[in-house]
Structure formats: C-alpha cells, structure tokens
Nanobody, 123 residues
Framework: QVQLVESGGGLVQAGGSLRLSCVAS????????MGWFRQAPGKEREFVAA????????AYADSVKGRFTISRDNAKNTVYLQMNSLKPEDTGVYYC????????????????WGQGTQVTVSS
C-alpha cells in the first residue's frame, strides 16, 4: 500500500502561482509513475500532468502546457506541481496519484490516490 498526502493548495488571484506537493509513504517505491489530476464541481476528473519514475519523462494536458511543471524528488518521496499564470478555469480539487505501470494520462491506470487539495483561482 502507498499513502499519498497532498498540500499547497489555496486561494490565489488570476496570474498568481502555487506549488503543490505530494508526499508518499508506506510501501513507497521510486519506480512508480506519478500523476496530478483535477476535478472541478460538476465535471469529470481530468489529467493535468504526469512524470515517469526517473523524472526524465513528463506529460502535460494542453490546457496547462507552458504554465505548469511537474517534478519529483525520489530521495524525499515527493512529487511537485509548480503552477504559474493561474487562471480561474484551473480551479478544482487537485489529486496526486501513483501508477506502478508507468506514465499514463488515463486516471483508471493509477492505483493509489491522495485525498486532494483545493485550488481556487479568483478572477
């Protein structure tokens, strides 16, 4: 089992920045690919970004490309999502997830999930 705990969410004005963190504990393994997903009220959960186990491979949703950066520090069992130039449409609950099979955009492939952290971007 892997436990994931997100932090770093909050309220920010449009154009601002936030950095989310996700700390893994339990049966941790740096071989997991990690992903960030988000869900806005009344909408389906959507892919935001993902990173391979080594950190060398990354993927982003088109809506965040060039504004968000995913990274990981395996020594600290932590994954980060740096979010810049935030827009109101970035508002939602952001979830961290772990996938033992590799980098993937499909949330169904992720086995372990955090509880989520709220991000609210005001206009």
């Amino acid at each position: 089992q892997v436990q994931l705990v997100e932090s770093g969410g909050g309220l920010v004005q449009a154009g601002g920045s936030l950095r989310l963190s996700c700390v893994a504990s339990g049966r941790t393994s740096s071989s997991y690919a990690m992903g960030w997903f988000r869900q806005a009220p009344g909408k389906e959960r959507e892919f935001v970004a993902a990173i391979g186990w080594s950190g060398g491979n990354t993927a982003y949703a088109d809506s965040v490309k060039g504004r968000f950066t995913i990274s990981r520090d395996n020594a600290k069992n932590t994954v980060y999502l740096q979010m810049n130039s935030l827009k109101p449409e970035d508002t939602g609950v952001y979830y961290c997830a772990a996938n033992p099979f590799g980098l993937d955009r499909n949330y169904i492939m992720y086995h372990y999930w955090g509880q989520g952290t709220q991000v609210t971007v005001s206009s």
